[in-house]
C-alpha cells in the first residue's frame, strides 16, 4: 500500500522555535511538496522539489525553507516560528508527467503559542 | 498565481439528496481534478478529467471538465453520511510547471442522516 508518512500529527511549539516538520514516502516518486491548510483558504503551495536537492518556491513561502537530501525524504523548517504559522501542514508526492494526482499524508497540526 | 473560485462555500443536505458544486478558473488548465478530504485524514483524488468536454463517472460521483477549459463541476448522487468531507478541485496546467496544481478553497459537506 502507497504511503505518504509525516513524522508528527500534533505538535505546540514556541514562538521563535525552529521547527522541523518530516516527510518520507514509499513510492519512488520524484515529486513532493508541501501544503498548507488553513479554513476558508484551502491548500496553499509552500514549497516543492523535482528532484533531490532541487526545490521551488510555491505559492507562500515566506517563513519557511525545505531540504530534499534524499528521494524519499521531504522536510520542511520553520526557522523561527511564528503565532502566524499555526496551521495544517500537508505533505504530498507524485510522479512527473503524470495524472496529476499527488499522494498526500495525513497532516501534520501545528500550534504555535 | 492562478485562482480557483470553488462554490459553494459549505453544503448541509439530508441523507439521500443529489449535490452539486464547481470550480471556475480565470485561466485555462489542461486536467482538472477533484480530491475529497475526510476529517483528519489528507485529500485523496476522487476523479481525474484530462480532456475539454470530458463526462466521467465514478460510481456516485460524476464530474466534468467544461468546454472552455476553465470550469468543472462534481455531481455526487443520493448522498450517504461517509460522503461527508471537504471536497477540493484542482487545476493543472502542463508545461513547465508540469507538477504543481492549483486548489479551489474547498466545499465542506455535512449529510444529516
Known amino acids: 500500500d502507497v504511503k505518504v508518512t509525516q513524522s508528527s500529527r500534533y505538535l505546540v511549539k514556541r514562538t521563535g522555535e525552529k521547527v522541523f516538520l518530516e516527510c518520507v514516502q514509499d513510492m519512488d516518486h520524484e515529486n513532493m511538496f508541501w501544503y498548507r491548510q488553513d479554513p476558508g483558504l484551502g491548500l496553499r503551495l509552500i514549497y516543492f522539489s523535482y528532484d533531490v536537492k532541487m526545490k521551488e518556491k510555491g505559492d507562500i513561502p515566506e517563513g519557511y525553507s525545505v531540504s530534499r537530501e534524499k528521494k524519499e525524504r521531504f522536510s520542511l523548517i520553520l526557522e523561527s516560528a511564528s503565532t502566524n504559522q499555526t496551521s495544517m501542514y500537508l505533505c504530498?508526492?507524485?510522479?512527473?508527467w503524470g495524472t496529476g494526482e499527488l499522494f498526500f499524508g495525513e497532516g501534520s497540526r501545528l500550534t504555535v503559542l | 498565481g492562478q485562482q480557483l473560485n470553488q462554490s459553494p462555500q459549505s453544503m448541509f443536505i439530508q441523507e439521500g439528496e443529489d449535490v452539486s458544486m464547481n470550480c471556475t478558473s480565470s485561466s485555462i488548465f489542461n486536467t482538472w481534478l477533484w480530491y475529497k478530504q475526510d476529517p483528519g485524514e489528507g485529500p485523496v483524488l476522487l476523479i481525474a478529467?484530462?480532456?475539454?468536454?470530458e463526462l466521467t463517472s465514478n460510481g456516485r460521483l460524476t464530474a466534468q471538465f467544461g468546454i472552455t477549459r476553465k470550469d468543472s463541476f462534481l455531481n455526487i448522487s443520493a448522498s450517504i453520511p461517509s460522503d461527508v468531507g471537504i471536497y477540493f478541485c484542482?487545476?493543472?496546467?502542463?508545461?513547465?510547471?508540469?507538477?504543481?496544481?492549483?486548489f479551489g478553497k474547498g466545499t465542506l459537506l455535512t449529510v444529516n442522516p
Open positions: 484542482a487545476g493543472q496546467l502542463r508545461g513547465g510547471s508540469n507538477y504543481k496544481l492549483t
Open positions: 478529467l484530462y480532456k475539454a468536454g
Open positions: 504530498a508526492s507524485s510522479i512527473p
